[in-house]
């Protein structure tokens, strides 16, 4: 296990796992049985303390609202007011995202774009396209020395190539307990 995500408010309270690909976990749970609803994990190239500039969470959409089902209900702003934040605990620290962008992305997209170094000119432009992108106005303006977590899962409703993909900046670390 590499951390624990939590979505106040919006029934979303998972471990999070980390594998060699992002295949394995899609369909085995987090003690490694292979299970069809499979979990929510990091991805594979992200580094485990969160300290990339930009890390993926990936989890099903599943019937039910389990897993990041309800982050499709984040295409209505009136959800966002009720829920602006998230929580990634590892067992070093946590840390508090606000959402700044939701948005359905495409395969090729910048929401899917990692490896910029925080600070950087293309770090910068990624999260203007992010927020341009969005849905609808957060009312939260990124900075490129924040880092961004992006919880991913699929939109039933449209092409199977879509994803919702919620973007979270970093506005504070603690100490895990």
Not at 41 to 67: A, P, R, V, W
Not at 132 to 161: A, F, H
Not at 162 to 175: F, L, P, Q, S
Request: aromatic share 12%.
């Amino acid at each position: 296990m590499a951390a624990w995500i939590t979505i106040p408010g919006a029934d979303i309270s998972y471990p999070v796992v980390q594998g060699i690909d992002d295949e394995y976990y899609l369909k085995h749970n987090f003690q490694g049985k292979e299970d069809l609803f499979g979990c929510v994990f990091l991805g594979h190239d992200n580094k485990k303390n969160l300290t990339d500039s930009h890390s993926f969470l990936y989890g099903h959409n599943m019937e039910g609202n389990m897993m990041f089902a309800n982050l499709n209900r984040y295409e209505r702003p009136e959800f966002l007011q009720s829920c602006p934040t998230f929580e990634i605990t590892t067992p070093e620290r946590k840390y508090f995202y606000r959402i700044f962008s939701v948005e359905q992305a495409a395969p090729r997209s910048a929401a899917f774009e990692y490896g910029y170094q925080l600070k950087s000119r293309a770090y910068k432009l990624q999260l203007s396209i992010l927020k341009e992108n969005s849905m609808y106005d957060t009312g939260v303006m990124p900075q490129e020395t924040q880092r961004m977590v992006t919880l991913i899962t699929c939109n039933s409703r449209l092409d199977k190539e879509i994803r919702m993909a919620v973007h979270g900046i970093c506005y504070e670390i603690v100490k895990a307990e």
